[in-house]
Structures are given as C-alpha cells and as structure tokens.
C-alpha cells in the first residue's frame, strides 16, 4: 500500500503542477544544455517556424522587449511551452484547440515542443491526433533560443517547468492569473492551468486593447 501510495502522490504532483525533462538526471542535463545554447545562439530580430503538419509559416519577430507575428500585429499571442509526453501538456491541448476556435479573428496560439527530440511526424500523429491539440506546433531547430529569451525576458530564474505558458498583446508581456496566488506582477502560467482561468485573462486583455 506503501507504494501504491507513493506513485499515486508522484503523479498527481505532475498533473496538477508541471513536468520536467523526462530523460534520467535530466533536470541536470536540461539546464545545461538551455544555458550552452543561451551563451552560443545569437538571438535573432526574427524566427521563422513552421507548423508540424500544415506547412503554414510565422515569422515571430522581436519588437520592444517582445514578441509578435507578422501580418497579425492586431492579435494576441499566446506561447505553450510544451512536451509530447507531459500529462498536464496532453490534458490541456483539447482546451487551447477550444480557446484558438473561439478567439480565431483575436488569438494566435504558438506552442513550441522543447526538453525532446522528436520528428514532426511524432508530434502530428501521437500529440495532435491523439490529444486533439489543433493549433499552431512549431518543433523548429529556433524553439530554445525563443523560449530562453522569454524567460530572460520576464526575468524567470528558476528552472523552467512545462507546460509554461506566456501571453503577448502589442509585443508586450501581459499580466496573468498567478493560480498559487503568491504575485501580483506575475507574467506566466506554470503547470496545468484551468481554461476558465486562461480565457478570464484573454478577456481582460481583449477589453484593455479596445479601451
């Protein structure tokens, strides 16, 4: 009972809050390799990714501080940093495709695969297919690079936890719910995060741009 008591503590742990590099001693290896692309990949004024499946391209381009997609400068973007084999990430993508349909002519949803190395084809077929995650996926070689200068961006220190989520408006970091209830000035979402409390924010952020 012990055990099963153990395992069922450990994944509860990673549906409600986040998962980490699932490879063996992988944090370790993880934040070594972020920080040896973050000293050897030159940060670029814009990225060009692709989707996993469609084809259809983005070029997220560096503006004040920010980020937005060219030739949707009017939307807000929001940015999932994710994993294949992450349960909260597998739990949510249903939701986000739900949140990309409703706010389609408001939202451009970006999720960037990181802590793997996997083929398009993998993320199309047993990601998207199976968890019914239809929104933008970009498994480009410049995923890294972009999620190391969000995270210098908002001046996150700690070790990076997927899913992460962030939500740009006019290149600028938007406020967000902190679901621990712990900062006032917080700019990202950690682990699994309620829809409700996503579109609640989507909202908020909609009605300020019109104001």
């Known amino acids: 009972m012990k055990i099963i008591y153990i395992l069922l503590t450990i994944f509860s742990i990673l549906i409600f809050t986040g ?3 699932k490879k063996e001693d992988s944090i370790n290896q993880k934040e070594e390799t972020t920080n040896k692309k ?3 990949t030159v940060e670029q004024s814009s990225y060009t990714i692709e989707d996993v499946a469609t084809g259809v391209k983005y070029i997220l381009k560096r503006k004040d ?3 937005i997609v060219e030739g949707h400068e009017d939307k ?6 994710y994993a294949t084999y992450c349960p909260p990430c597998q739990k949510e993508a ?3 495709t739900d949140l990309q349909t409703k706010y389609s002519d408001k939202l ?3 999720a960037l695969n990181t802590f793997e190395d996997v083929s398009d084809l993998y993320i199309d077929e047993q990601f998207r297919y199976t968890y019914g995650a239809f929104y933008f996926i970009s498994n480009s070689e410049h995923n890294n690079i972009i999620i190391n200068t969000i995270l210098k961006d908002i001046q996150y220190k700690p070790s990076m936890q997927i899913p992460f989520k962030v939500i740009l408006k006019n290149a600028k970091y938007q406020k967000l719910t902190d679901i621990y209830g712990s900062n006032q000035n917080n700019y990202f979402y950690l682990g699994a995060v ?3 409390v996503i579109e609640k924010d989507l909202k908020k952020i909609f009605q300020q741009s019109k104001d």
């Open 19 to 21: 998962c980490k590099d």
């Open 108 to 110: 451009i949803i970006i």
């Open 76 to 81: 807000a973007i929001l940015i999932d940093m």
């Open 94 to 96: 249903p939701h986000l």
């Open 65 to 67: 501080g920010g980020f």
């Open 194 to 196: 309620k829809s409700y």
């Open 38 to 40: 973050e000293h050897t």
